[in-house]
């Protein structure tokens, strides 16, 4: 199930652009106008939602942070438990990491070794609010599997299409982003 015309020109017209944020060059894709906005939000959440139901999922794994608002949010809806991936350092128990290369360097996400241990055979769905070259949602990916669950999705708010992060993701999980962006 994909979206409809008129619902994505409502999420799409909820997102504002920010020139040169964080650094010169770069187009931001912010989402807290998306988020302020009761319509569009709740336009979203259906969305994914009804496409979601029938997945029989058992989690909803959110990249820190913004992947964290969305996850959330559906796993209530769903049904289902939420995992956070977070940033290096600060998740309290034991953890599994991955690294993945930025611009320039290094950075390091992390989950709970035991974070699905709670059901057997856990089947999850990965959030976060934009994929752009992939590496973060690559590494997320790799560490769902590692805990032992299968990753059965990666779902993105918008996609980066003249970017390849969504073709490199695909070779290893299926890719749905809700809205692509030229
Ligand atoms: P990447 O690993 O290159 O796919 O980058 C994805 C992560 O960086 C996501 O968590 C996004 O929230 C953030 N990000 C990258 N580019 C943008 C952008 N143009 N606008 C908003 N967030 C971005």
Same mark, same amino acid.
């Given at each position: 199930m994909t979206l409809n015309e008129h619902d994505r020109t409502i999420i799409m017209d909820s997102i504002r652009d920010i020139h040169d944020f964080p650094k010169p060059g770069i187009v931001f894709k912010d989402i807290t106008t998306l988020l302020s906005d009761k319509n569009a939000y709740g336009v979203l959440m259906k969305h994914l939602h009804d496409r979601y139901s029938s997945y029989n999922l058992t989690h909803i794994a959110g990249i820190d942070a913004r992947g964290f608002i969305f996850g959330a949010a559906l796993a209530q809806m769903l %049904?289902? %438990?939420f995992i956070p991936i977070r940033k290096k350092g600060?998740?309290?128990y034991t953890t599994v990491s991955e690294k993945y290369s930025l611009e320039y360097g290094v950075d390091e996400v992390e989950v709970?070794?035991?974070a699905f241990s709670n059901v057997e055979n856990p089947q999850v769905l990965l959030i976060d609010d934009l994929i752009a070259t992939g590496g973060t949602a690559y590494a997320a990916a790799s560490l769902i599997n590692k805990v032992g669950a299968t990753c059965v999705e990666a779902c993105f708010i918008m996609g980066l299409d003249f970017l390849d992060g969504q073709k490199k993701l695909s070779e290893v999980v299926p890719v749905y982003t809700v809205i692509g962006v030229d």
């Open positions: %049904g289902v %438990g600060k998740l309290p709970h070794i035991d």
